[in-house]
Nanobody, 123 residues
Framework: QVQLVESGGGLVQAGGSLRLACAASGGTFSSYGMGWFRQDPGKEREFVATISRNGGRTDYADSVKGRFTISRTNAQNTVYLQMNSLKPEDTAVYYC????????????????WGQGTQVTVSS
């Protein structure tokens, strides 16, 4: 059992930056690949970024490549999402998730989810 708590969301102007954090507890953080997802009302939840257990591999949705960076610090049980050059279409609730699959890469089974943090980008 893993508990995930996101933080760092807020209201920013287009072109601005924001850093999200996801703190994990109740499990062995280094055993889980981690991912970020987002969902706006009326839309399907979409993949944003993922990072392997040791941080050695990352992947991003095409819509955020070159703008967002995912990272993790296993000693602090935290995964981050640095978001730069934000656009109004980035507005959504952002969720972090932990992958419970035995395979280390790529993540495929996101069994644990946080409550989400709201990101709003104004034009």
């Amino acid at each position: 059992q893993v508990q995930l708590v996101e933080s760092g969301g807020g209201l920013v102007q287009a072109g601005g930056s924001l850093r999200l954090a996801c703190a994990a507890s109740g499990g062995t953080f280094s055993s889980y690949g981690m991912g970020w997802f987002r969902q706006d009302p009326g839309k399907e939840r979409e993949f944003v970024a993922t990072i392997s257990r040791n941080g050695g591999r990352t992947d991003y949705a095409d819509s955020v490549k070159g703008r967002f960076t995912i990272s993790r610090t296993n000693a602090q049980n935290t995964v981050y999402l640095q978001m730069n050059s934000l656009k109004p279409e980035d507005t959504a609730v952002y969720y972090c998730a932990a992958d419970s699959a035995l395979r280390s890469w790529p993540p495929s089974t996101y069994a644990y989810w946080g409550q989400g943090t709201q990101v709003t980008v104004s034009s």
